[in-house]
C-alpha cells in the first residue's frame, strides 16, 4: 500500500479517524468528508476529554491562589507550556507566551518589538502571499513609526522569487515576516535563504508557523528565527489559545502590550514595574483549559509522528493535484513543489461560492473565497478560490470522492 511506503497505514489512519467524534456524522444525508482543516482542524477524543477534564476537576485561576484547585490548575498550566516548549525545540519554557492564537502573536511582536525599534526610513518585509494577519499589524506600526512596508512577489506557481528576496531584504529592513506555509497557495516557504539574507542585514526575523504545525516537524532553533508564533485550532487543539515563541533577550527586551493582571511585580499610583517574559505578555486570566488541551494536541499528533503526517500528506497532496488536473475546466492556483496540506483551484464559468454550496449538499466541507489572502488573490487575478485543506486524517478516496462531485458541479452549469 502506498501509505505504508510513506509511514501510515490504512489501518493507522483508519484507526486516528475514529478518534474524531465530528467525522461520523452526515451532512445533507451524506457521510461528512471535512475539507476545511485549514480554517480549523477537528479536535481527537483526548483534546475534548482534556477540556472536559479541566472543567470537571481542576476549574480554578491560576498564580494566585494556595488552594488545591488553584495549584493543580496552575500545575498544568505550566505543564502544558513545557509541553509546547518541547514540541517546538524552545531553549526554555520562558520562551513560550500563551497567546488568542497567531494573530495575536503578530500583533504582539508587531506592537511591542515595532513601537521599540522601528523608526523612519526602516523596512518591514513580507511576501506577498501573506495572510491579512501578518499584512495589517505591520501596516498599522509603521503608519505609526514611519517604517515602510514592503512585499516580496513570488512567480506563477506561487514561489518565492530569488532576486526579490535579494534586492527588497536591504540594509534598511529591520523586519523580515513571513508564513511557513501559505494558507492560500500551500508554498513551503524557504525559510533558510530568508534567513540567511536577513541576518546578512541584521534584520529579525518573524515566521507565522499557522499552516506548518499540523503538517511537518517545526524546531524554532534549527529554523533560526527570531519569533514563531502558531494556532492551536490549526494543530488538532481548541481555538482562543495560541502561542508566540521568542528570543528569550529580544522578549526581555519588549515592552508589555497589554496591561492588568499577573504581568507585574508591583503597581502603584506613580508607577507600575513588570514581570519578566512570559508573564508580561499575559495580562489577565489566560485560557487555561485552551493551554491545558493544547498540550494534549500536541502530544496526540506528536505520538504520531509529524515526520509521518508529513509524509502521508504530501501523498494526498500529489493524489489531490492529479484529480484536479484529470477534470476540464478546473485550474489550481499554486503549484509550487513541495506544497503543502492544501489544494485551491477555481472552476471556469462557476463562481467560487457556489461550487461551495453544491459541495455542501454532497456532504463536503471546503472553505471559498480570498482566505483572507486577498494580495495573493489579486496575483493570480482571481478574487476567490475553492480550497480543500487536508489533515491526517483525510483519504485518497475522500480526495476522489471530491473529484466526482466537482464533475457534478460543472455539468450543472454546462
Known amino acids: 500500500m502506498a501509505e505504508a511506503a ?20 452526515e451532512i445533507h444525508g451524506r457521510p461528512l468528508v471535512y475539507l476545511d482543516n485549514g480554517a480549523t482542524v477537528h479536535k481527537p477524543q483526548a483534546v475534548i476529554d482534556a477540556l472536559v477534564g479541566f472543567y470537571s476537576r481542576d476549574n480554578s485561576n491560576v498564580h494566585r491562589g494556595v488552594h488545591t484547585l488553584s495549584q493543580r490548575a496552575t500545575t498544568a498550566y505550566e505543564a502544558a507550556r513545557s509541553t509546547v516548549a518541547r514540541f517546538i525545540g524552545a531553549g526554555s519554557d520562558d520562551e513560550i507566551v500563551f497567546t ?37 499589524p505591520w501596516q498599522l506600526i509603521c503608519a505609526s513609526t514611519g517604517a515602510e512596508l514592503v512585499h516580496l512577489p513570488f512567480d ?25 506555509v501559505s494558507n492560500a497557495l500551500g508554498t513551503v516557504n524557504p525559510v533558510e535563504a530568508l534567513v540567511a539574507r536577513a541576518r546578512e542585514v541584521g534584520a529579525k526575523v518573524l515566521i507565522d508557523g499557522a499552516q506548518a504545525i499540523p503538517h511537518m516537524p517545526v524546531d524554532v532553533a534549527a529554523l533560526g528565527c527570531d519569533f514563531y508564533t502558531f494556532s492551536g485550532h490549526k494543530v ?35 508607577g507600575s514595574t513588570f514581570a519578566a517574559p512570559p508573564a508580561r505578555f499575559e495580562a489577565g486570566t489566560p485560557n487555561i483549559a485552551g493551554a491545558i488541551a493544547l498540550a494534549a494536541a500536541l502530544d496526540w499528533v506528536g505520538a504520531i509522528g509529524l515526520d509521518r503526517v ?29 506544497k503543502a496540506g492544501l489544494l485551491s483551484f477555481v472552476i471556469e464559468g462557476v463562481h467560487a461560492h457556489d461550487a461551495g454550496m453544491l459541495l455542501d449538499e454532497q456532504g463536503i466541507a471546503v472553505r ?17 478560490t475553492i480550497r480543500a485543506s487536508l489533515a491526517v486524517y ?5 480526495l476522489t470522492q471530491l473529484g466526482e462531485a466537482l464533475k457534478k458541479v460543472i455539468r450543472l452549469f454546462g
Open 236 to 270: 488538532y487543539g481548541p481555538t482562543g489559545i495560541g502561542v508566540l515563541w521568542g528570543k528569550p533577550e529580544l522578549l526581555a527586551a519588549m515592552p508589555p502590550w497589554h496591561g492588568g493582571g499577573d504581568m507585574i511585580e508591583s503597581v502603584s499610583f506613580e
Open 6 to 25: 510513506l509511514g501510515l497505514t490504512e489501518a493507522e489512519v483508519a484507526e486516528i479517524r475514529a478518534q474524531f467524534p465530528a467525522l461520523s456524522q
Open 368 to 384: 471559498v473565497g480570498h482566505h483572507c489572502a486577498e494580495p495573493a488573490m489579486k496575483a493570480f487575478g482571481v478574487s476567490a
Open 156 to 180: 506563477e506557481r506561487g514561489v518565492l522569487e530569488p532576486a526579490a528576496i535579494a534586492d527588497r531584504i536591504n540594509a534598511q529592513t529591520k523586519m523580515v515576516a513571513f508564513v511557513h
Open 100 to 136: 488568542r492564537g497567531t494573530s495575536e502573536g503578530i500583533n504582539l511582536v508587531a506592537y511591542a518589538w515595532g513601537k521599540t525599534n522601528l523608526k523612519p526610513g526602516d523596512r518591514v518585509v513580507v511576501t506577498g502571499m501573506e495572510h491579512h494577519s501578518n499584512i495589517v
Open 310 to 338: 508529513a509524509a502521508y500528506e504530501a501523498d494526498l497532496v500529489a493524489h489531490g493535484m492529479a484529480v484536479l488536473d484529470g477534470i476540464d475546466g478546473v485550474r489550481s492556483i499554486g503549484t509550487a513543489p513541495g
Open 394 to 398: 483525510n483519504t485518497r478516496a475522500e
